[in-house]
């Protein structure tokens, strides 16, 4: 389970809880049996089964909060065979770095989910607790890149417009895969079931669906909070 907390300008305090679970007995004790869960503060489920759903439900029933979807319904995409990747393009391979925190406002300016301060606070934190990977141009500037997220999941995939079309996606997710596989990470990924560009492209990459699977992001906030 993962588990973070950032203060909100009402005092409130919005934690961000993801878990993954092959026994589905467990969600209850975890929900309701343990203090992992803070339900007296705004709570983001974010990457969540949607098997799940009925059992948060009455949880935050029990709880007396409110619960509602926050985003799109997604698919998981597993990569099983990283070594089946394609090859790298040397041509390109001494433009492949790392954003670091002066890309931060850059990225969340382009990020459909970011925007803000609270966006630019995540990819902040991205940038300098998890891996990530850029493309540069010839003067330095990243124009293509992807990050990712606190549970492992990549993520934040983007290309500037100017550079879309010359495969710098599939050379940022290869190039990714391999640090990743490098670190231990599991390699996977998040994809909108709206977004038929990136499923089309993950699964040309190798990635597969997993069967079966919906990812759903939740928001409890307690019947007491205000906004």
Not at 109 to 134: H, M, S
Not at 158 to 172: D, F, M, N, S, W
Request: proline residues 5%; aromatic residues 12%; neutral net charge.
């Amino acid at each position: 389970m993962y588990r973070s907390k950032r203060k909100k300008e009402t005092n409130e305090y919005l934690y961000k809880c993801t878990f993954f679970t092959k026994d589905p007995n467990s969600v209850w004790p975890l929900l309701m049996e343990t203090n992992m869960i803070e339900w007296k503060h705004v709570i983001s489920f974010e990457g969540i089964d949607c098997l799940f759903m009925d059992v948060i439900q009455e949880a935050a029933r029990c709880r007396n909060a409110t619960l509602e979807l926050d985003g799109k319904l997604s698919y998981i995409m597993v990569l099983e065979n990283p070594s089946d990747m394609p090859s790298q393009r040397t041509d390109i391979a001494s433009r492949i770095s790392h954003l670091d925190l002066s890309h931060a406002e850059l990225v969340n300016r382009t990020w459909k989910f970011g925007g803000d301060d609270t966006g630019l606070r995540f990819v902040e934190n991205a940038i300098q607790n998890f891996p990530n990977c850029c493309l540069l141009d010839e003067a330095g500037n990243p124009v293509s890149w992807i990050l990712s997220y606190p549970y492992c999941a990549l993520g934040l995939l983007y290309t500037v417009p100017e550079h879309r079309r010359k495969g710098y996606a599939k050379i940022l997710v290869t190039t990714f895969v391999k640090t990743l596989q490098d670190l231990g990470y599991p390699v996977y990924c998040h994809i909108e079931k709206t977004n038929s560009a990136s499923y089309t492209l993950f699964k040309k990459l190798g990635f597969k669906e997993v069967p079966g699977c919906t990812m759903m992001w939740l928001l409890s906030k307690p019947d007491t909070f205000s906004t």
